[in-house]
């Protein structure tokens, strides 16, 4: 199993971005999927998380992102996206995808999201 995170950079407040996570091995469709978040000098923060298709692909947002953040997959390509718009100097962060396989968690590498003016 391996996750490969990209589409991180450097936006200004009130900027979007997409990341992708593109996962080789498991079929998404068939896995609950996540993006996790750690700040500077903070502790990893789950973001956002997208059930698999047998439960209906129910969505679940934190409360600090809710509103302004979605997440998607798109099973032709085994990829989910995070779509981040009205970012705010607080989303700086690095950002993980999560797939938890038979019991086992795979993180991908991480991409770094910097909000500032």
């Known amino acids: 199993v391996q996750l490969q995170a990209s589409g991180g950079g450097m936006v200004q407040p009130g900027g979007s971005l997409t990341l992708s996570c593109q996962v080789t091995g498991p079929t998404l469709d068939y896995y609950a999927i996540g993006w996790f978040r750690q700040a500077p000098g903070k502790e990893r923060e789950g973001v956002s998380c997208i059930s698999s298709s047998k439960s209906d692909s129910t969505t679940y947002y934190a409360d600090s992102v809710k509103g302004r953040f979605t997440i998607s997959r798109d099973s032709t390509k085994n990829t989910v996206y995070l779509q981040m718009n009205s970012l705010k100097s607080e989303d700086t962060a690095v950002y993980y995808c999560?797939?938890?396989?038979?019991?086992?968690?795979?993180w991908g590498q991480g991409t770094l999201v910097t909000v500032s003016s």
């Open positions: 999560n797939i938890d396989v038979g019991s086992q968690e795979y």
